[in-house]
C-alpha cells in the first residue's frame, strides 16, 4: 500500500505564487513517475506536470515557464512552484505516483486533492 499526501494548495490573488508538496509513504521500491494533475469544475481531470526518476519532465503547454517541479528522490516527495498564477489555473491538484512496490507489484496511486483558487 503506497500513500500520498498533499499540501500547499491555497487562495491567491493573480500573478502570486504557491508551493505544492507531495510526500509518498508505504511499502514503495521504486518511484518511476510522479506529477500533478488538476481538474476544474465541469472539466475533466488534466494532466500539469510529471517527472521521472532520473528528472525529466513533461509539462503541460499552459503551465510551461509558470510552472516548476522538483523531485526529492531519498524522499519520495515532488514539488511544484506555481509562479504567475491566473485564474484559469483554478482547480483542485492532484498528486499521482507510479512504481513498484516492496515486493515489486506495479502501483498508481492518487493524492486526495488540494483546492488551488486564483482571484482575479
Known amino acids: 500500500q503506497v500513500q500520498l499526501v498533499e499540501s500547499g494548495g491555497g487562495l491567491v490573488q493573480a500573478g502570486g505564487s504557491l508551493r505544492l508538496s507531495c510526500a509518498a509513504s508505504?511499502?514503495?521500491?521504486?518511484?518511476?513517475?510522479m506529477g500533478w494533475y488538476r481538474q476544474a469544475p465541469g472539466k475533466q481531470r488534466e494532466l500539469v506536470v510529471v517527472?521521472?526518476?532520473?528528472?525529466?519532465?513533461n509539462y503541460a503547454d499552459s503551465v510551461k515557464g509558470r510552472f516548476t517541479i522538483s523531485r526529492d528522490n531519498t524522499e519520495n516527495t515532488v514539488y511544484l512552484q506555481m509562479n504567475s498564477l491566473k485564474p484559469e489555473d483554478t482547480a483542485v491538484y492532484y498528486c499521482?505516483?507510479?512504481?513498484?512496490?516492496?515486493?515489486?507489484?506495479?502501483?498508481?496511486?492518487w493524492g486526495q486533492g488540494t483546492q488551488v483558487t486564483v482571484s482575479s
Open positions: 499521482n505516483a507510479q512504481g513498484l512496490t516492496g515486493t515489486r507489484s506495479h502501483f498508481n496511486y
Open positions: 517527472i521521472t526518476g532520473g528528472g525529466l519532465t
Open positions: 508505504g511499502s514503495i521500491f521504486r518511484i518511476n513517475l
